[in-house]
């Protein structure tokens, strides 16, 4: 099993960074890892034990993914992992802390965990997996430092608009 670790500065507050990946809305505006995020009943974001559906961007659309979340502490933590298995997967699972940074901004800590099959194959494509998926993770929240250093103002906006309504609350 592949496990790491990675710290990323953020450009904004722990509430504005949680807030741009989980509400769908603006996570579309930046994520091209992720094509299409939807949770089961519509919510616009997750909670505990939420499930979602997940179809990969680019060059990745052939991989989907459904992950539950077993954690969601807005603006804190968020805890995921996969359910069933969609190759090269055979487990994930995943979590972002958020920490203040000193000076401003924050730190997001991504960890997470995958094993990759099918068992006979995974010394094979396991380090493959593991080296793919770590750098388009880097990528990932690349793009997301990039949209937050342009757009995190406008999501600001948003959050005092709806007075700090939380997923669940009506928008």
Avoid at 122 to 134: A, G, K, T
């Amino acid at each position: 099993m592949a496990h790491d670790r990675i710290i990323f500065p953020m450009p904004a507050s722990c509430e504005v960074v949680f807030d741009v990946f989980h509400y769908h809305h603006w996570r579309a505006r930046w994520d091209s890892l992720v094509s299409h995020t939807e949770l089961d009943g519509g919510a616009p974001c997750p909670s505990v034990g939420a499930v979602s559906a997940s179809t990969g961007g680019g060059l990745l659309r052939a991989l989907s993914m459904r992950t539950e979340f077993v954690s969601y502490q807005r603006p804190r933590l968020a805890a995921a992992r996969m359910v069933g298995t969609s190759f090269p997967f055979s487990r994930w699972a995943a979590s972002m802390k958020h920490e203040r940074a000193a000076g401003g901004g924050s730190l997001l800590i991504y960890t997470y965990n995958i094993e990759a099959g099918p068992r006979l194959l995974r010394w094979l494509i396991e380090p493959v997996v593991h080296h793919v998926f770590r750098r388009q993770t880097v990528k990932r929240f690349a793009r997301m430092h990039a949209f937050l250093s342009a757009h995190a103002a406008e999501v600001e906006a948003w959050q005092r608009a709806y007075h700090g309504a939380r997923c669940g609350d009506p928008l």
